[in-house]
């Protein structure tokens, strides 16, 4: 079985500054990583997305992740937040085997500070 | 892509009743899935909705309590059914590109439920 765990449920931040928010899985098969946000009020959206290929995805919004097989991590990274970045940020894993069902983790509270 | 409408986006209802949930894509796909999110939690799903056929339920949820309809490629419904104060979550309609090729999912804004 698949999990995934954000080991922050909140990370505050002030306005321009740099911001790391992890995320570690747990798979016995090979993974897809999302990132997706929900910002107040409002569904999910996706944020970038690993299939295959190039360890460092970029998505929108100026975040970017990296995949780390050997750690199994997908870290969320974004060299300068705003404070329209203020949301919940989900980490999500699917498989090969089974590429419809998302195994979401608790989530990750980004707090922007002016 | 694809839009998800989402109706009611949120209600307060009372304990021992029934609400239906609707979620409309503006087009035909595969694929539904409704998934709960309990204050504070993640997303958990609830079952994936083929249409023509019955919905398939995850661990811990079962049809009685979440019936769920799926009568054409655009549409679905969940009810939550008998509600309880536990059953007050935020649930979230998803689906798969019409493609399917790049496995993200599309979520509608969800619907709020508070049950008291």
């Known amino acids: 079985a698949q999990s995934v765990t954000q080991l922050d449920s909140q990370v505050p931040v002030f306005e321009e500054a740099p911001v790391e928010l992890r995320c570690n899985y747990s798979s016995s098969v090979s993974v897809y990583l999302f990132w997706y946000v929900q910002y107040p009020n409002q569904g999910l959206q996706l944020l970038l997305k690993?299939?295959?290929?190039?360890?460092l995805v970029k998505g929108i919004n100026g975040f970017e992740a990296e995949f780390n097989k050997s750690q199994t991590s997908f870290h969320l990274r974004k060299p300068s937040v705003h404070i329209s970045d203020t949301a919940e940020y989900f980490c999500a894993v699917s498989t090969s085997y089974n590429t419809d069902k998302l195994i979401f983790g608790t989530g990750t509270r980004l707090q922007v500070f002016p | 892509s694809a839009v998800i409408s989402q109706k009611p986006s949120r209600d307060i209802c009372q304990r021992g009743t029934s609400l239906t949930i609707q979620c409309q894509v503006d087009?035909?796909?595969?694929?539904m899935f409704w998934y709960r999110q309990q204050p504070g939690q993640s997303l958990t799903l609830i079952a994936t909705?083929?249409?023509?056929?019955?919905?398939?339920?995850e661990s811990g949820f079962v049809i009685d309590k979440f019936p769920i309809s799926r009568p054409n490629l655009t549409f679905s419904t969940l009810t939550v059914s008998n509600m309880s104060p536990e059953d007050s979550s935020i649930y979230l309609c998803?689906?798969?590109?019409?493609?399917?090729?790049?496995?993200?999912?599309?979520f509608g804004q969800g619907t709020r439920l508070t049950v008291v």
């Open positions: 909705a083929n249409q023509g056929s019955e919905a398939t339920y």
């Open positions: 690993y299939l295959s290929g190039s360890t």
């Open positions: 087009s035909q796909v595969t694929m």
């Open positions: 998803s689906v798969d590109p019409p493609t399917g090729a790049s496995l993200e999912a599309f």
